[in-house]
T-cell receptor, first 115, second 114 residues
Framework: DTEVTQTPKHLVMGMTNKKSLKCEQH?????MYWYKQKAKKPPELMFV???????INESVPSRFSPECPNSSLLNLHLHALQPEDSALYLC??????????????FGDGTRLSIL | AQTVTQSQPEMSVQEAETVTLSCTYD???????LFWYKQPPSRQMILVIR??????QNATENRFSVNFQKAAKSFSLKISDSQLGDAAMYFC???????????FGGGTRLMVKP
């Protein structure tokens, strides 16, 4: 079973629509991440939240708006997307800091298609 | 800046045989961590194995082991007794000791032939 849950699994939307992707984890992790992954490519980091605060924004266009309402939940609000935004969107979580390696745990992703 | 390079876009192996996937990296950090992730068609990125740079002993997890050569900045993954379920994209990733950002390699697609 996946410890990081993403909904929906698939989403098709028009360029004028507004939709949201949801990510939830109950492992007590205080860092959460959004990645974008194109076919046959590695994931590209979009945003990092640490202790519910946005710590990294990798110059992502403003049509993507992240939100972290609490320590277990991460949303990605979508508006006026472009066809090139069609991709797999992966959410991940991890412990923060510490002297040991902190692997990221990934969800199954949301496959997004923009018409 | 950190970089991770996987020079083999595709590899194939016969079921029950052994295969080695290559990964080289570059970092100016002295403390860092290395990971291999597996991504099957089901899409989820699954952690296969991890290695702390300060440890000389190579990590092993059942049929998976690594050959970590710190001076050469090499981190290869060996899969023994390959199974059909091992077919997937494999990504090598590097994490600095400070911060939680991962730098991924381009991936290697592994095919397992019955």
């Amino acid at each position: 079973d996946t410890e990081v849950t993403q909904t929906p699994k698939h989403l098709v939307m028009g360029m004028t629509n507004k939709k949201s992707l949801k990510c939830e984890q109950h492992m007590g992790h205080r860092a959460m991440y959004w990645y974008k992954q194109k076919a046959k490519k590695p994931p590209e980091l979009m945003f990092v939240y640490s202790y519910e605060k946005l710590s990294i924004n990798e110059s992502v266009p403003s049509r993507f708006s992240p939100e972290c309402p609490n320590s277990s939940l991460l949303n990605l609000h979508l508006h006026a997307l472009q066809p090139e935004d069609s991709a797999l969107y992966l959410c991940a979580s991890s412990q923060v800091g510490g002297m040991w390696s902190q692997p990221q745990h990934f969800g199954d992703g949301t496959r997004l298609s923009i018409l | 800046a950190q970089t991770v390079t996987q020079s083999q876009p595709e590899m194939s192996v016969q079921e029950a045989e052994t295969v080695t996937l290559s990964c080289t990296y570059d970092t100016s950090e002295s403390d860092y961590y290395l990971f291999w992730y597996k991504q099957p068609p089901s899409r989820q990125m699954i952690l296969v194995i991890r290695q702390e740079a300060y440890k000389q002993q190579n990590a092993t997890e059942n049929r998976f082991s690594v050959n970590f050569q710190k001076a050469a900045k090499s981190f290869s993954l060996k899969i023994s007794d390959s199974q059909l379920g091992d077919a997937a994209m494999y990504f090598c990733a590097l994490k600095r000791d400070a911060g939680n950002m991962l730098t991924f390699g381009g991936g290697t697609r592994l095919m397992v032939k019955p």
